[in-house]
């Protein structure tokens, strides 16, 4: 692991942003999240990330909550509970300590060859969505944007165009909501938080959707995917009431698109299985979540969403999608 030990200029300097309806006070600088002056204006919940800390290698767990694996079986994220919080590992990239009331992620250990943009993504686009659980909200796995009725969010299981769908909407002159992180609360109808303007692109997806722009910033070091940054002014800032839930299913090449009702309790186990628990074996946690979660499911409308496995299909989808809001 690298020696990560902070520099007297690491300790004096924060960095302030405002994502995911959070204030985040960090020790490096993250210029994939808007900044903020105030903190007062941010959010009323306050998360420290230190991404620049001494090294201290966490014990291993005598139990691990839960395990993500790619396909292959190779763990991507194991997390577990341990005296002071949970720890979040990610194998042969870092280990993150999440304090136990989720307002302080650690970074604590690193790769030797593993780049700050690398551990900048994790915190990001990883943690932040299991911290949010923590603090007491919740959050899908999905990616959002912003239609004149209200927020249309898309679920889908990884290379089903999540992204590449929404940053075409986005590019089509539709305000951009999240990536991968929609921050659900529960104000008599369903809102949706903003994230922070920016999502993660395939290279083949960027150049399908981008118009010969240059690529954006890289995600991290272990991945070709850049990011579409969006103009802070094109981002949507504030809540918005959830008006979709579509949910994607790819269909072959040359099909026309289509949108299929589906009901409240057909979508539920995807709802389930699109969420960010933490830590199961938490009661009170879990009753809030699925009581959350069945409420998204009666009030919110919920499609699915059948997209052609061809880049040229976008602007029918996009037509499909718009028709279907339309419709009421």
Known sequence: MADRRPT????????RYKAYGLAIVADAEMPELPPVRDLREAALTRVRVTLRGATRV???????????????????LKSAKVADGYLLRFPGLADFMVGADGRSVDCVAAGGDVAEVTLRHLVIDHVMPRVLNLLGSEALHATAVVAAAGACAFIGEAGTGKSTLAASFHLAGLPALCDDCLVLRDEGRILATPAYPGMRLWDDSFAAIAGGAEPGPPVAHYTTKTRLVGDVATFAATPQPLVRIYFLRRIAAGAP?????????????????????????DAAMLARH?????????????RRLLIPTDFGALAAVRAAVIADLAAG
């Open 257 to 281: 698109p289509a949108v299929e009702r589906i009901t409240p309790a057909a979508a539920f186990p995807e709802l389930v299985g699109a969420s960010f628990p933490l830590d199961l074996g």
């Open 8 to 15: 007297p200029a690491a300790r004096r300097v924060a960095f």
């Open 290 to 302: 699925f009581l959350m979660i069945s409420h998204v499911a009666a009030s919110v409308p919920l």
């Open 58 to 76: 966490p014990a291993e767990p005598a139990q691990w909550l839960s395990v993500t694996a790619y396909a292959d079986g190779k763990p991507w």
